[in-house]
């Protein structure tokens, strides 16, 4: 047994670091705040490093079944703090260029990463939820710090709004299921169902199911409970839209698994059917409204949606596979989906955000390179090999076939050829259509590099995704 | 015969390399990008022979075999190997790359290292097509060389390139996507992404069905047949010469190749059930497009639907060998049916690409593929018109050209299936005649029919170099196609054998 504070070196630390960011914010006196940035990039390195130290490769339980560390965890920790890594630094990159560097962005930065690794490592519904609200205050903050911008406003409003019903519909949930069983940890939850209850134990079970996942859906963003997810991309600044759309699906994902699969398993048949009915829903909505989208935010937003459709089916095929191919999915993209964020900044120059998608215009004769990017990044999207979006896919959908619903693997298929369409369009306006100006893109070289080196990984990650899908399936086993 | 050379590996890679290295050097040295694109695909086509001189054609079993685990986890393997069925389309390919990168020479002026790009890393999908032996690389390069093709069509594409290309990037896509899923389907079942082992997975005919419909979404979209073939005419129009005539060779030959190697063994008893269907299907493709194919006013729309109707002859061939087997008891006769459409393919290839090319040739110069622009081209470009004249013929299934054998050895396996079979195939003899010699007549003969036609300068030395390879090709097939069929014999028996074997029990 190893001494329990072991397992929350990194969290302790990162809560460290993140209280001396604050602190050093304020003695940072450069327009740009160049310190808080670098001290913020490096406690996330440091906190990477901590990971690999101090992680067990084994499942431990700290502080009476509230904490856990397993291979899933570790493994969803290190890709949080990789990808808020380079999140944050398109997300420096942006509010540079927009003369709008606060050093609270990063700060509330690294608090949502905390937030997202306790979800990560929840192993009961006081840790999830406690988890959950310092990722969801740590979010609503940053979306209002552009305080002068109308949209940013509302967003910030709406988000916390519909936020704050969520997290009321989970806490409700989690009463229900406390009620019940009488217990806060999973593993008590678990046995306690698998135990096997009389019929009015389980309709209150069942009961407080219902609306367990409702919360999760609000938080993953699935249809009927989308409402949110379009108005808060457009809305806020990129750069949190950015941050919104990568690291905090991930953690979505962790806390699905927590408490579906780690506490509800022996009601797989109750939840189940409820993600089918979330999961078409999604795919079908987002990919139907993301056609008539022109801003492209926007359209990534409906994206979004539908590729939480996808990643539901993994969920629904309810074994440990297909909960590795949920990961999987995930984790591809949300580096999908931060590229193409990045190629938005990139895009955008002062006083001018390049949201339209006929900023895109002509993109191949401006910079063929970045265009080239920008396909792959489209491609992948839309589900074509040989980029990494292929097997995400490929992977959910092999997961469902394999417990036999077929039907649901058609009608998916037929919804990525409908959500090829729109990823397909901003392809025709890069390489089709005629530039409306041959302006010269100006950005930096650090983001030109990052950008570059984010559409590689998509393309050489589709040539070999066996390691990564290794990674995941060991993690859930 | 093992190798030691990855002789296939080197025909994928080759090409895909070289078009990375185009466009890694740009529109700098346009020069220099085009004699190298050129450079490697006579490469590439060097190589083929190479792997023809070593091919064993005494066998059926899959031959140059290259095994690497590839996704461990999930049991895909990096599996090439090729067999009589393979090769001679690989040889296809490696062909039509190096004469359609010939053929762009001059007539590209927009971001020419990008389109010797895009047919150069084409050309590498599409061998990797015909050489998979593992199902998901198979799809992985099947996929793969849609957004190639997407590009080249809507990039140098004509005025409705943009609605061509998505028409034809979205039709096939749905096709593809169900033959995954049937793909998936047969891995819950088998554990094995591995043809050989798909080959003989047994089945229930149920389960057959509906695998067999998925796999006939996805290749009879490809091939196309009748109804689904309603991107082709699009996507033929609007392309750029080169493309059409990669689209018309080989990539409509994928949907062939398809029922070949994943329809007929994976699904023989559900291939038995519904032949009556397929039949039906591929003898409408033959007449009812062969009257469409009439009444076009448009070269390429022409050349496009006379493909659709050729392509009904492939898959008549290949279907109609149960009819046979029932009712002479023997394979002989399927076996010439289906090598009959096999060799219709091979045919098509050079017939279809050589008209792509010479509509191309007046494309050129007078910037209109209607019909009615022309008239007495003959006048002004004699060789030209020599020429195109084989092509027609061949096209229409003259004797002593290559589009004659096909055609010959599906009519005659048809004759012993079913009398009305076989006569209704054999009326696209005379509608390919009435509607290719048709548009020759309209076009080349008569008196000169306006100014642009006046000003016609005849074929370059580049142009008629690539037209006479391909009618020396197409007369050599024509008289003497022992080659092709020693090539794939072994490879069709053994093949028509094992779909005689029912997987149900």
């Keep these: 047994m190893l001494p329990q504070i072991q397992l929350v070196i990194p969290e302790l630390v990162l809560l460290c670091l993140a209280s001396i960011a604050l602190v050093l914010d304020t003695y940072s006196t450069s327009k740009n705040k160049v310190l808080t940035f670098r001290f913020v990039q490096i406690s996330l390195l440091i906190v990477i490093a901590l990971i690999f130290v101090v992680s067990p490769?084994?499942?431990?339980?700290?502080?009476?079944?509230?904490?856990?560390?397993?291979?899933?965890s570790v493994v969803l920790k290190l890709v949080i703090c990789i990808i808020s890594l380079v999140v944050f630094f398109y997300s420096y990159e942006y509010l540079k260029e927009h003369e709008n560097v606060k050093g609270e962005y990063f700060v509330l930065g690294l608090f949502a990463v905390l937030g997202m690794m306790i979800m990560s490592s929840a192993a009961s519904l006081l840790t999830i939820y406690l988890g959950l609200e310092l990722l969801s205050l740590s979010l609503y903050s940053m979306i209002a710090m552009h305080k002068d911008s109308l949209t940013a406003s509302e967003a910030a409003m709406k988000y916390f709004v519909l936020g704050a019903l969520a997290s009321g519909m989970l806490l409700y949930g989690i009463s229900m299921l406390y009620g019940v069983t009488g217990v806060l940890d999973l593993q008590g939850i678990s046995s306690f169902a698998n135990a096997g209850v009389d019929a009015d134990m389980n309709i209150m079970l069942v009961f407080g199911l219902v609306f367990i996942v409702v919360g999760i859906a609000f938080k993953l963003g699935a249809v009927p409970f989308h409402m949110w997810v379009p108005d808060i991309y457009e809305g806020s600044p990129t750069a949190v839209t950015l941050f919104i759309s990568t690291a905090p699906k991930i953690a979505a994902f962790a806390m699905t698994i927590r408490l579906l699969s780690d506490g509800l398993q022996d009601l797989l048949s109750d939840w189940q059917g409820m993600l089918i009915i979330l999961s078409l829903l999604s795919m079908a909505v987002g990919n139907i409204i993301a056609i008539s989208q022109t801003n492209i935010k926007r359209m990534l937003a409906y994206s979004t949606i539908a590729h939480v459709g996808f990643f539901l089916l993994g969920i629904i095929s309810g074994t440990a596979s297909g909960y590795a191919g949920s990961m999987f999915y995930i984790i591809v993209y949300a580096i999908m989906s931060m590229g193409s964020f990045g190629m938005i900044i990139f895009l955008g120059k002062k006083g001018y955000e390049a949201d339209q998608l006929d900023d895109f215009k002509g993109l191949a004769k401006r910079s063929p390179w970045y265009a080239f990017i920008m396909l792959i990044l489209m491609f992948s999207m839309a589900?074509?090999?040989?980029?990494i979006g292929f097997w995400a896919k490929w992977f959910v959908i092999k997961e469902v076939v394999a417990m036999g619903y077929v039907w649901l693997a058609a009608v998916a298929v037929v919804f990525s050829v409908i959500g090829a369409f729109y990823y397909l369009r901003i392809?025709?306006?890069?390489?089709?259509?005629?530039?409306?100006?041959?302006?010269?893109?100006?950005a930096s070289r650090e983001l030109r590099l990052v950008l570059s080196v984010n559409g590689m990984v998509i393309l050489i990650?589709?040539?070999?995704?066996?390691?990564?899908?290794?990674?995941?399936?060991?993690?859930?086993? | 015969m093992e190798l030691s050379l990855p002789i296939l590996s080197l025909l994928i890679w080759t090409p895909i390399l070289g078009g990375i290295w185009v466009l890694y050097v740009g529109d700098r040295q346009e020069d220099t990008v085009k004699l190298f694109s050129f450079i490697v695909s006579i490469l590439v086509f060097i190589i083929s022979v190479y792997a023809y001189s070593q091919f064993d054609n005494s066998t059926s079993q899959f031959q140059f075999n290259e095994f690497r685990e590839w996704i461990p986890v999930f049991n895909i393997n990096y599996h090439l190997?090729?067999?009589?069925?393979?090769?001679?389309?690989?040889?296809?390919?490696?062909?039509?790359?190096?004469?359609?990168?010939?053929?762009?020479?001059e007539v590209i002026e927009v971001r020419i290292s990008q389109f010797m790009a895009a047919f150069l890393i084409l050309e590498g999908m599409?061998?990797?097509?015909?050489?998979?032996?593992?199902?998901?690389?198979?799809?992985?390069?099947?996929e793969a060389m849609l957004i190639p093709m997407f590009l080249i069509i809507g990039i140098w594409g004509g005025p409705r390139r943009v609605y061509a290309t998505i028409k034809f990037f979205l039709y096939t896509f749905l096709g593809s996507v169900f033959m995954l899923i049937a793909l998936l389907y047969l891995y819950s079942k088998s554990g094995s992404f591995n043809l050989l082992d798909l080959h003989q997975l047994p089945l229930s005919l149920e389960a057959q069905k509906l695998i067999f419909i998925a796999f006939f979404l996805a290749f009879a979209v490809k091939i196309p047949m009748w109804p689904v073939h309603t991107w082709l005419p699009d996507a033929h129009v609007e392309a750029p010469t080169a493309g059409s005539v990669i689209l018309a060779a080989i990539m409509l030959k994928m949907g062939g190749y398809g029922f070949l190697r994943f329809s007929l063994p994976i699904t023989p008893d559900a291939s038995m059930a519904l032949d009556g269907f397929m039949i039906t299907l591929s003898l409408i493709a033959v007449v009812y497009i062969g009257f469409v194919a009439l009444v076009q006013t448009d070269m390429k729309k022409l050349i496009a639907y006379s493909s659709i109707s050729h392509m009904g002859f492939v898959t008549l061939g290949f279907f109609v060998g149960f009819a046979i087997f029932a009712n002479t008891d023997s394979s002989s006769g399927a076996v010439i049916a289906l090598e009959g459409g096999i060799m219709q393919m091979i045919s098509h290839g050079f017939i279809s690409g050589a008209l792509f090319l010479c509509v191309g040739v007046l494309y050129d110069r007078v910037h209109s593929r209607e019909i009615s622009s022309y008239g007495g081209v003959a006048n002004t470009m004699?060789?030209?018109?020599?020429?195109?004249?084989?092509?027609?013929?061949?096209n229409a299934g003259l004797p002593g050209t290559s589009g004659f054998v096909g055609e010959?050895?599906?009519?005659?396996?048809s004759y012993q299936a079913n009398f009305w079979i076989a006569f209704l195939a054999a009326i696209t003899l005379i509608l390919g005649a009435a509607y290719t010699l048709w548009m020759y007549k309209r076009v080349i003969f008569g008196e000169i029919a306006n100014d642009n036609v006046a000003e016609l300068k005849d074929i370059n030395s580049r142009e008629t170099f690539i037209l006479v390879i391909l009618a020396i090709v197409v007369l050599l097939f024509g008289i003497w196609p022992a080659p092709i069929f020693d090539m794939m014999h072994p490879s069709v028996e053994n093949l028509f054998q094992h779909v005689l074997q029912s997987k149900t029990g």
């Design chain 2, 408 to 413: 010959f050895l599906v009519i005659l396996g």
């Design chain 2, 81 to 105: 190997g090729v067999d009589g069925i393979a090769f001679p389309l690989i040889l296809l390919t490696t062909f039509t790359t190096m004469l359609v990168i010939l053929s762009a020479w």
């Design chain 2, 382 to 394: 004699p060789k030209f018109a020599a020429l195109m004249m084989l092509f027609a013929m061949a």
């Design chain 1, 383 to 387: 589900g074509i090999p040989p980029l």
């Design chain 1, 57 to 72: 490769d084994t499942q431990e339980y700290a502080f009476n079944n509230h904490f856990i560390s397993d291979p899933m």
């Design chain 2, 126 to 142: 599409m061998i990797g097509v015909f050489a998979s032996l593992d199902a998901i690389l198979f799809y992985f390069f099947w």
């Design chain 1, 427 to 442: 392809i025709k306006l890069m390489y089709f259509d005629e530039p409306d100006e041959m302006l010269a893109i100006k």
């Design chain 1, 461 to 477: 990650l589709g040539f070999i995704p066996g390691a990564l899908m290794a990674l995941c399936l060991s993690a859930l086993s």
